[in-house]
Antibody
Framework: QVHLQESGPGLVKPSQTLSLTCTVS??????????WSWIRQPAGKGLEWIGR???????TYNPSLKSRVSISVDTSKNQFSLKLTSVTAADTALYYC?????????????WGQGTLVTVSS | QSVLTQPPSLSAAPGQRVTISCSGS????????VFWYQQLPGRAPRLLIY???KRPSGIPDRFSGSKSGRSATLGITGLQTGDEADYYC???????????FGGGTRLTVL
């Protein structure tokens, strides 16, 4: 059974960089079968797709965040990471990682439990 | 403001049937598969419907999906109190080259 777990600081200061890691068990992120995505949800609001990573090294980002976001992978630990630069209060959200079928689909299964990141001084 | 439009809230009685709409444009819903997610209170979203109308294993057949043109619909029959949740539609947007979601519909089972 595939399991994803997010981890990282719960508090980030404005203008700094948000860094989160997703640890995957039960599947290899480099197998090339799936993509791997980050999705966020501000409190009381809807879902926003941040971007996805594929085993080939290719990445696709939401245009609204593209200038500030990067997704990378640590194959030795079967982890993929999110970096979001120059954060503001608007980046405060619950951040989820999810397995993604990629292509032109919005198929995410399963999801991690999510990790709350607050941007505040 | 979400790319896809959903009613913010709906309510229905146990045992009844409810439908949740998701409308978009020719560059998203009109040209790509639609997916539905259920988010129970305090939980991560769960894939409910994929490719417009298919159910992953473990999802009861009380849940159904359909799509026509630029709109999609999630149907739930035999409502149970455990169905109280937020429901989101999602799809690919060819213009944005990104995944987009609806704003979500909060379903209350009275």
């Amino acid at each position: 059974q595939v399991h994803l777990q997010e981890s990282g600081p719960g508090l980030v200061k404005p203008s700094q960089t948000l860094s989160l890691t997703c640890t995957v068990s039960g599947d290899s992120i480099t197998s090339g079968t799936y993509y791997w995505s980050w999705i966020r949800q501000p409190a009381g609001k809807g879902l926003e797709w941040i971007g996805r990573f594929y085993a080939s090294g290719s990445t696709t980002y939401n245009p609204s965040l593209k200038s500030r976001v990067s997704i990378s992978v640590d194959t030795s630990k079967n982890q993929f990471s999110l970096k979001l630069t120059s954060v503001t209060a608007a980046d405060t959200a619950l951040y989820y990682c999810a397995r993604d079928i990629g292509t032109k689909r919005a198929w995410f299964d399963p999801w991690g439990q999510g990790t709350l990141v607050t941007v505040s001084s | 403001q979400s790319v896809l439009t959903q009613p913010p809230s709906l309510s229905a009685a146990p045992g009844q049937r409810v439908t949740i709409s998701c409308s978009g444009s020719s560059s998203d819903v009109g040209n790509n598969f639609v997916f539905w997610y259920q988010q129970l209170p305090g939980r991560a979203p769960r894939l409910l419907i994929y490719d417009n109308s298919k159910r992953p294993s473990g999802i009861p057949d009380r849940f159904s999906g359909s799509k026509s043109g630029r709109s999609a619909t999630l149907g739930i029959t035999g409502l149970q109190t455990g169905d109280e949740a937020d429901y989101y539609c999602g799809t690919w947007d060819d213009r944005l080259n990104a995944v987009v979601f609806g704003g979500g519909t909060r379903l209350t089972v009275l």
